[in-house]
């Protein structure tokens, strides 16, 4: 039972399929378009903006264990930071954000009081 659920999530992962399901999202306008650098979760859990300058995000209203994915996509060489999130590791330090107009795919969840954030997916064009 675990080998099956391991070996789904692995499909679920790999490029081809997280750009289908990018082109599907955009398709079905479950996306919204974030306009600042602030990211209200109270009305969608699925986010995406286009930097053009170093960018700080941070979140507000957002709902205890609900999953939010925000792609972002680099027009050039620019810096994301995301204000109050816990990372792997301990260090503090997000992973570095994919440069050369390329999206990566975000995912937060807040658990009790603490955003813990990932990377699942980088480098797309």
Excluded: H
């Excluded at 378009?33 to 995000?57: E, P, Q």
């Amino acid at each position: 039972m675990k080998i099956i659920i391991i070996l789904a999530l692995c499909f679920i992962f790999t490029e081809a399929n997280a750009q289908k399901v990018t082109a599907d999202v955009y398709r079905n306008r479950m996306v919204k378009t974030i306009t600042g650098t602030s990211i209200s979760c109270d009305s969608n859990n699925i986010f995406a903006k286009t930097i053009s300058t170093n960018t700080i995000f941070t979140f507000s209203n957002m709902p205890v264990a609900q999953w939010i994915t925000v792609f972002i996509t680099n027009t050039g060489s620019y810096t994301v930071t995301w204000t109050g999130v816990t990372w792997s590791g301990g260090s503090g330090a997000a992973p570095v954000q994919t440069t050369g107009a390329k999206t990566d795919i975000w995912s937060f969840i807040k658990i009790g009081e603490i955003i813990y954030g990932a990377i699942p997916s980088q480098n797309y064009y």
